[in-house]
């Protein structure tokens, strides 16, 4: 492949959210920079450490010592991966950014062909996995599931197995970091933001090092955030329920009613009643519930805290763009956070 000439300061920028991921640093840096040189000599490496309590960001210290275009920037606290990729996208300078994993599972080889469509004009190549033979069947049709109810009731349809292994150029990751929400589906941002877009099939590799730290419960949360961000089908749904739920009581009323006239009287029994009471209260909390999650991201968003809140930088990689979208703040103890 010819070498790519970049248009800016920096032709190639590589965004790796990283947790505890100690481990792995080495290995993926030595299949990733040789990568990287092969496409272009204009490149950085931008570390997201995510509030690790290992030696991540030590590691990634030392990388930088001996390859000065491996940079970091290390957050206060653990604000999660969706967080982590905006302030990646946020000190990425790159004419193309380049979000992966840092476990290996995203093969950095693939990197050169995500170059290859850009090249033809694409502002987005996102990475599709082949298959899920490596999840459990519950895991693999609750993502299944997902994907068709995200199509269904979304504001548009997500290419299902497309994650966040993708090159996204320059104009779409300016739109991105506009974007001013706190609750981020990143998923669903790429799909909002629009732009002509390609699909490449690549198959997920075994973990380097370490164990997923992804847990059902927080895929199960992961996928809420993302219906709730993009619809408000989990709002309007309640209305259906009252509406049936009143047309059955008049139904039953009708029938009651009926019943006293042609049979007389008849004493109610305790049963019946405890399980309407306690069906009905549970309909009631539940769409509370949904009521309540809309509102607190309300309220999340009224505040307009910090994005994430920057503790420690390693290298110029991690600067940042000059006059970045989001405004910044200083605090007294010199930490920054981006808007």
Do not use: C
């Amino acid at each position: 492949m010819e070498l790519f000439r970049p248009a800016g300061p920096v032709g190639l920028s590589v965004v790796l959210p990283v947790y505890n991921e100690s481990a792995n640093i080495g290995p993926l840096l030595d299949r990733l920079l040789p990568v990287l040189e092969r496409i272009t000599e204009s490149y950085e490496v931008v570390f997201v450490d995510d509030g690790s309590a290992d030696a991540t960001l030590a590691a990634i210290a030392g990388h930088h010592a001996r390859e000065p275009r491996v940079g970091a920037v290390s957050f206060s606290r653990n604000f999660g991966k969706e967080i982590a990729i905006a302030a990646g996208l946020d000190h990425a300078r790159g004419d193309a950014v380049v979000i992966m994993d840092s476990d290996l599972q995203h093969p950095p080889e693939l990197i050169e062909t995500f170059v290859a469509h850009w090249r033809e004009g694409n502002v987005m190549v996102y990475a599709q996995r082949r298959d899920r033979d490596d999840e459990t069947a519950m895991r693999r049709g609750f993502a299944h599931l997902f994907y068709r109810l995200f199509a269904r009731f979304g504001e548009m349809p997500l290419p299902e197995g497309a994650g966040d292994f993708r090159l996204i150029d320059r104009k779409g990751v300016e739109v991105l970091r506009s974007l001013p929400e706190r609750a981020r589906f990143s998923k669903g941002l790429y799909s909002w933001i629009g732009f002509r877009s390609v699909g490449v099939p690549y198959t997920v590799e075994e973990r380097a090092h370490g164990s997923s730290k992804w847990s059902f419960r927080k895929l199960f949360r992961f996928a809420f955030d993302g219906m709730t961000s993009f619809s408000t089908v989990p709002l309007r749904v309640w209305t259906y329920v009252g509406g049936a739920v009143a047309t059955l009581a008049l139904a039953m009323a009708v029938y009651f009613i009926a019943e006293t006239l042609l049979r007389g009287p008849d004493v109610p029994g305790y049963a019946s009643l405890i399980v309407s009471v306690m069906f009905f209260s549970g309909v009631q909390l539940m769409s509370l519930g949904i009521i309540g999650e809309y509102i607190g991201r309300i309220f999340a968003e009224v505040k307009r805290r910090p994005l994430y809140v920057v503790a420690d930088r390693v290298g110029p990689a991690a600067l940042g763009r000059t006059g970045p979208v989001r405004e910044e703040r200083t605090g007294r103890a010199g930490f920054t956070g981006a808007i």
